[in-house]
């Protein structure tokens, strides 16, 4: 199974952009790179998520590298509201190729600050 | 609003009672997932269903049994046989089984005294 190794923490200033790493050396050819966060007692939030390209949507960018080794969330213009543990995931499949199952690391706890 | 419920948000139970945990969708999603979380930990899947009176274990199942018998609804009973119940259990579901984006609930917090 393809796993990601991010740092524990991270902190960014408010307003500035946050660029969250994440490494999955061992990702295969049809995994894609999931993105989510979770604030405090609360559920996980869909962020995005990618295969090669990379994405944006309204609430981040995805950058992929070009032998999808590792990637990069950026948010553009970080709020206090951003502050949450950041999850980058690479989906499995299992062998029959019907189900795919989320593993889910340790996260990197982001701190927006004032 | 379409999304997925969960209820209670806390709930707490004496040690060798079972106790279930409400997931509701109303996102018309096939697949459903329970997850439970511990501190400071990621997610780990207890159980899964792709379709309605179908389920399968995850990696932690032991102690848990869940039923699917509305495509809507995917309960989960933490049973006494569940060493250390105590954590927060998250339902999330997903449009298909093979669709990857999964939606979650905003969770229980299980308190077992």
């Known amino acids: 199974d393809a796993k990601t190794t991010q740092p524990p923490s991270m902190d960014c200033a408010e307003g500035r952009a946050a660029n969250l790493p994440c490494n999955h050396s061992?990702?295969?050819?049809?995994?894609?790179v999931y993105w989510y966060r979770q604030i405090h007692s609360q559920g996980p939030q869909y962020i995005i998520h990618?295969?090669?390209?990379?994405e944006t949507n309204e609430m981040a960018s995805l950058i992929i590298t070009e032998d999808r080794k590792s990637s990069t969330l950026i948010l553009p213009h970080a709020t206090l509201r951003d502050t949450a543990v950041y999850y980058c995931?690479?989906?499995?499949?299992?062998?029959?190729?019907?189900?795919?199952?989320?593993?889910w690391g340790l996260g990197t706890s982001l701190a927006v600050n004032p | 609003d379409g999304g997925i419920t969960q209820s209670p948000k806390y709930l707490f139970r004496k040690e060798g009672q079972n106790v279930t945990l409400s997931c509701e969708q109303n996102?018309?999603?096939?697949?459903m997932y329970w997850y439970r979380q511990d501190p400071g930990q990621g997610l780990r899947l207890i159980y899964y269903?792709?379709?309605?009176?179908?389920?399968q274990k995850g990696d932690i199942a032991e102690g848990y049994s869940v039923s699917r018998e509305k495509k809507e609804s995917f309960p989960l009973t933490v049973t006494s046989a569940q060493k250390n119940p105590t954590a927060f259990y998250l339902c999330?579901?997903?449009?298909?089984?093979?669709?990857?984006?999964?939606?979650f609930g905003p969770g229980t917090r299980l308190l077992v005294l």
């Open positions: 996102l018309n999603h096939d697949a």
């Open positions: 995931i690479v989906r499995v499949a299992n062998n029959a190729g019907n189900n795919r199952k989320l593993i």
């Open positions: 999330a579901s997903s449009k298909r089984a093979a669709q990857e984006t999964q939606y």
């Open positions: 990618g295969l090669k390209n990379n």
């Open positions: 061992t990702i295969s050819g049809n995994e894609y």
């Open positions: 269903s792709q379709i309605v009176n179908d389920f």
